[in-house]
């Protein structure tokens, strides 16, 4: 059974499931399906089309499935999704899809710090920290296991490499590949993510592999498609490695230099 506090406003149309706790003053929007184990503190917001995982915890003043801030939402049908026990703290925004994608998408045991915003039909992965005040725009993706630090602003169609570490207060229109650190103004290449890759029990051998392929990629002067295939011939092609090349072959909008 849910503990529901009697000042919250709950739409008969919403699905809560057992073992949730719903503070005072939260408000839970039609349709709106929460699974078991969540807490929601006073105050939260959870709109049309928000679908919560299980395990959960929202802070004071969270909103989320808000309609998107983008002039070509024209009242489509679209969701929120969010996965499994997830630390969203105070007045956190993740807002709707729209036509382009329909979801927004939120994985698991992600800590979203106060204040930070997950645009319309973004793709947020799991084990990811996200810093104060930090904005994602429009259908940025953030693979697993990034660490973005406060106040950083995100350009629309980004994305975010996994075990990245990403400096508090950068400004990124260009893609950042998996395993590094990005920093400065303008954003840069500042090595691999060394403290980071450690900490997740690497190998010295694939850190070894990574930092050579991010010399071929940034240090050899050859265009991208060259040390691309410069980093297949030479480097053991593991699973980080052919990440890496595919994260850069893909991209759509550059990666930092």
Known sequence: MSKISPLAYIDSEAKIGDGCTIGPFCYIDKGVEIAENNELMNNVTLLRGTKLGSGNVLFPGAVIGAIPQDLKFRGEESTVVIGDNNRIRENVTIH???????????????????????????????????GNSTKL????IVDDNAIISAVVLVHQFCRIGGYTM???GTRTSMDIPPFVIAAR???????????GLRRRNYTVEVINDIHNAYRILYNSNLR????????????????????????VANTTRGIIR
């Not at 979801?103 to 947020?124: K, P, Q, Y």
């Not at 991208?224 to 994260?247: C, N, P, S, V």
């Open 185 to 195: 103004e303008p954003v840069a290449y500042c090595g691999i993510n060394l403290v």
């Open 224 to 247: 991208t498609a060259d040390a691309l295939q410069q980093i297949k011939e030479t480097i053991t092609m593991g699973k980080e490695i052919q990440y890496i090349i595919d994260f």
């Open 96 to 130: 709707r899809g729209t036509a382009s994608k329909g979801t927004t998408r939120v994985g698991s045991n992600n800590l979203i710090m106060e204040n930070a915003h997950i645009a319309h039909d973004c793709e947020f992965g799991s084990g990811i920290i996200m």
């Open 137 to 140: 725009a429009g259908e940025v």
């Open 166 to 168: 990403v400096q508090g």
